[in-house]
């Protein structure tokens, strides 16, 4: 079978089971020098365009195709649970119609596409179930015609799945900085400046968009804007040091992000996000803490959609550790949780009077954001992208003054007590 001889010859790459992508091109007739120029293509000076991609086909056989300014390298790699296609390329521009992606076609039910790390963009495929690899290539630029990266997927098992997508030992805590990226993995020290560290985590990003505005406005985009007017408005103060867990448009998986405020020994951690619901109606900002059952099941939804932010990128979450049972975790647990909800509650408190919130606007689920055990941390859901009165509030400037406005204080409140311990 194709595949295996395959692996044998070239061997893998990191995460990525199947590095097709060179070998296939050259087995498509590409000439040695195009070969040579799709090595060196990774991440170029001017950078590699996709300007169209589809999915053709029927259940039965189903063609990925995009097209490219030039030649790549990529790979392709299969996770199931759900079953998904991951195509792997060096940093790309793609230039699609908005919609492009939000449905398939045959055995894709939909896919996606962004930046996954620095230097490195990806297209998940979701798949209708467990699919082969049939083909898979690259065509040069002909005559004007733009080169074509073309995969053909059949159906398959689950076992053969597992068989061809099969996952290769490799060390294990170095595993989720691979699929990550070196780009975001932060060299970081706990800051000396004995000041409070707060972090910042705008949603989503890159290959993950969140929720989208009925106007096309992008949940990553907003957030990201929200939380750098936020970031710049806390420094202000000169009592803080903030951090953003991504300043650009790029994915950062949700465990990483964890990670960052622990790693900064931050005292606060504020998640950012805008969310959307199938009733254009519902609006309003809400405050989320984590809790292991969730406060109703409005906030079990969107714990769910939130915490699916890895699995729509492909980010292979086997390995993840579960929550560690220890007595002393368990004790700060509680006391971070208790900090938790007083910032919530804070933050409830001012938003009240500067702007509009949901009903019951202090929620709970078990968001995995939320999970680092001994940083404070809530998540803000700013208001509705699926609500036209909200979008248009949320791409506001004098409406996120105020809200950041309304944050910035209930930051102080809650750091005011410490702030005043140390610092007579
Ligand atoms: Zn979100």
Redesign the pocket.
């Known amino acids: 079978m194709v595949f295996r001889r395959l692996v044998g010859v070239f061997g893998v790459q990191g995460a990525c089971v199947l590095c097709l992508g060179l070998v296939m091109a050259v087995a498509a007739g590409v000439p040695g020098t195009r070969a040579a120029s799709q090595m060196t293509g990774a991440g170029s000076e001017g950078g590699i365009r996709v300007s169209a991609a589809r999915v053709a086909g029927d259940d039965t056989r189903t063609r990925f195709i995009a097209d490219l300014s030039e030649g790549v390298v990529y790979s392709v790699s299969g996770l199931a649970d759900p079953y998904r296609i991951i195509i792997d390329l060096p940093e790309v521009q793609f230039d699609l119609e908005r919609e492009t992606g939000a449905t398939g076609r045959g055995l894709v039910s939909a896919w996606r596409y962004g930046l996954f790390a620095p230097g490195k963009s990806r297209v998940v495929l979701d798949m209708s179930g467990p699919v082969k690899i049939d083909k898979s290539f690259v065509l040069p630029p002909v005559d004007g015609q733009p080169a074509r990266l073309v995969i053909d997927f059949v159906k398959s098992t689950r076992a053969s799945f597992e068989v061809d997508f099969a996952r290769e030992e490799r060390p294990d805590p170095g595993q989720a900085d691979e699929a990550h990226g070196k780009g975001d993995r932060m060299a970081v020290a706990p800051p000396q400046s004995g000041r409070p560290v707060i972090v910042l985590d705008p ?2 990003g890159g290959i993950d968009s ?2 989208t505005g009925h106007k096309g406005t992008l ?2 985009a907003v ?1 990201l804007d929200f939380a750098s007017v936020l970031k710049r408005k806390l420094e202000q103060e000169g009592l803080y040091d903030v951090h953003l867990t991504r300043t650009s448009d790029t994915f950062i998986p949700l465990r990483k992000r964890v990670e960052m405020a622990r790693a900064l020994d931050a005292k606060l951690f504020i ?1 950012i ?3 959307s619901a199938p009733q254009s109606y519902v609006r309003g900002a809400t405050v989320y803490t984590l809790s292991e059952r969730a406060s109703d099941r409005v906030a079990a939804a ?1 714990a769910e ?2 915490n699916s ?1 890895d699995v729509l990128a492909g980010v292979d979450l086997t390995e993840e550790p579960g929550d560690v049972a220890d007595i002393l975790i368990d004790l700060t647990r509680r006391e971070t949780k208790n900090f938790s909800i007083f910032l919530s509650r804070a933050i409830v408190g001012e938003l009240r009077s500067a702007i509009r919130l949901i009903k019951n606007p202090q929620r709970s689920a078990g968001f995995r954001v939320l999970k680092a055990h001994d940083v404070p941390s809530v ?1 803000v ?1 700013l208001g509705y992208l699926s609500n036209k009165h909200d979008e248009t509030l949320l791409t506001s400037p004098e409406w996120r003054e105020r809200t950041t406005d309304a944050i910035a204080a209930a930051i102080g409140r809650f750091f005011r007590p410490q702030l005043a311990k140390g610092g007579e």
């Open positions: 949603g989503h969140g929720a949940e990553k957030v998640s996000h805008a969310d969107l959609r939130e932010s998540l859901e």
